[in-house]
């Protein structure tokens, strides 16, 4: 098949994908504490993101509930626009306040997040897909380590409005790709990027673990 230059651009064009961190969390299990703000191994949690993510995006928003809670970061904060707190609330922020097409989501309670799995991973999205989704040999899918299209915003919308806080509620209406953790193992061998801090012994290991693998 012969394709004019415009049709080449298209598709051989990089994509237009931000980075979003998912900050707004209540962070209950951890006595109400800003998750984002925990530290592991003298680094807090954020920063750990923010060092992934700045070689990887040129586009980077905090999604939170209080952008007072980020003023010293140099970084637009995404504001819930829906009073109920939840990850599809994060998510839905992020997803209207980028400029890009498609957002890169990973939650501020993963403090282990590799950069050679989050590339694996943008290597594997394709324009026409609306989520972009890690899936375990268990048939897990890792919703708060994916990339999702501003197309997904009217149905998330409608779902946050009939008080549906489950993420992949809303899969069924758009293009989904699903992506083998096996061809993201490269990038992350000891698979910690899904690792999440959500309790004081969470938080325990982690700190056992970063001291283990160096992290």
Request: proline share 7%; net charge negative.
């Amino acid at each position: 098949m012969h394709l004019s230059i415009f049709q080449t651009l298209f598709y051989f064009a990089p994509m237009d994908i931000a980075g979003i961190i998912l900050a707004g969390g209540l962070g209950t299990r951890m006595g109400h504490v800003k998750k984002a703000f925990l530290t592991i191994n003298g680094q807090k949690i954020i920063d750990r993101l923010l060092a992934v993510y700045s070689p990887l995006f040129p586009e980077i928003l905090i999604s939170a509930r209080d952008k007072k809670d980020y003023e010293t970061y140099d970084y637009p904060v995404a504001e819930d626009r829906f009073e109920a707190r939840s990850s599809l609330t994060g998510i839905h922020a992020g997803l209207s306040a980028m400029r890009a097409s498609h957002g890169f989501m990973a939650a501020c309670d993963g403090p282990f997040l590799q950069p050679g799995l989050v590339q694996a991973l943008l290597d594997q999205a394709e324009p026409e897909y609306d989520v972009i989704i890690p899936i375990k040999e268990d048939g897990y899918v890792e919703p708060l380590c994916a990339i999702y299209s501003k197309r997904c915003i009217p149905p998330i919308e409608a779902q946050l409005k009939r008080e549906n806080f489950r993420i992949i509620g809303f899969f069924d209406q758009v293009r989904v790709k699903e992506v083998p953790v096996s061809l993201l193992q490269q990038g992350d061998p000891n698979r910690v990027s899904f690792f999440n801090v959500n309790s004081p012994d969470d938080l325990r290991q982690a700190q056992l673990l970063a001291a283990e693998l160096g992290l």
